[in-house]
């Protein structure tokens, strides 16, 4: 595997992982069921973009990190709800720019390709309609 590849795969991995941690920190933090539920399916999608990454890594002949990246620890420093759901997003923005740049470093097809297109969607999806329904969750309570 390309070393500018893999780093910028375990770089993915590493958030995902944090986002994990950010996400199950908030998720015992909220006070709402619907805003739990919400949180905790983008928690299950979390966990399986670390483990599919993690295989992705190693399938491809690279080697995962084990780390886990700084995202968490600034998502539990804020004080309120609505701030760290805000951070949420802002990061999801950032993991959709820095699947961007694996895709780029990308063989142009085979698996790592179509793994990152597809989580490249996912995360652009989730930054539109998790902003959105976040509002709406966050208003109705």
């Known amino acids: 595997m390309d070393p500018a590849l893999e780093k910028a ?6 958030s995902e992982r ?5 996400l199950g920190t908030l998720i015992a ?4 069921d619907e805003l739990k539920k919400f949180l905790s399916g983008s928690r299950a999608m979390e966990q399986r973009n670390a483990e599919e990454l993690e295989a ?8 995962p990190s084990s780390g886990i990246g700084p995202f968490a ?7 309120s709800i609505r ?26 097809d085979g698996p790592i390709h ?12 989730e930054v539109e309609w998790g902003r959105a329904e976040v509002i709406r969750l966050m208003s109705a309570g």
Do not use: C, F
């Open 56 to 63: 992705l890594i190693r399938d491809n002949g690279g080697n």
């Open 73 to 79: 620890g600034k998502v539990a420093a804020l004080e």
């Open 114 to 125: 179509d793994y990152l297109t597809a989580m490249a969607n996912r995360h652009r999806a």
């Open 83 to 108: 701030d760290r759901l805000n951070l949420m997003s802002r990061g999801q923005e950032w993991a959709a720019r820095k699947t961007e740049v694996a895709l780029a470093l990308a063989p142009e």
């Open 18 to 22: 944090a986002g994990v941690i950010a």
């Open 9 to 14: 795969l375990n770089l993915l991995l590493e």
């Open 29 to 32: 933090d909220v006070k709402q």
